[in-house]
């Protein structure tokens, strides 16, 4: 089906790309694409890999956004410890 996709083909829609979305579209559109095609393709095959990882002392590991959430309260009652 795609054997006669050439060079000159992925330039032009390259190119059609640039115009419809700019140059400081592209990187979005395509983190957002790929962020589609994972979560699609994990829904496919039933894989959650969030439910089940645990850290070394055997509870649940933080995601990115609830450790960056966490550290500045951290961050706040050292502070306090510090002054009191």
């Given at each position: 089906?795609?054997?006669?996709?050439?060079?000159?083909?992925?330039?032009?829609?390259?190119?059609?790309?640039?115009?419809?979305?700019g140059?400081?579209?592209?990187?979005?559109?395509?983190?957002?694409?790929?962020?589609?095609?994972?979560?699609?393709?994990?829904?496919?095959?039933?894989?959650?890999?969030?439910?089940?990882?645990?850290?070394?002392?055997?509870?649940?590991?933080?995601?990115?956004?609830?450790?960056?959430?966490?550290?500045?309260?951290?961050?706040?009652?050292?502070?306090?410890?510090?002054?009191?």
């Open positions: 089906m795609f054997s006669s996709i050439g060079p000159l083909e992925i330039v032009l829609v390259i190119v059609v790309l640039l115009v419809i979305f140059p400081k579209r592209l990187p979005s559109l395509g983190k957002s694409l790929g962020t589609g095609m994972r979560e699609f393709k994990e829904s496919i095959t039933g894989e959650d890999k969030d439910r089940d990882e645990t850290d070394a002392t055997g509870r649940p590991a933080l995601t990115q956004a609830q450790a960056d959430a966490a550290q500045p309260s951290q961050t706040a009652e050292a502070a306090s410890q510090q002054r009191g």
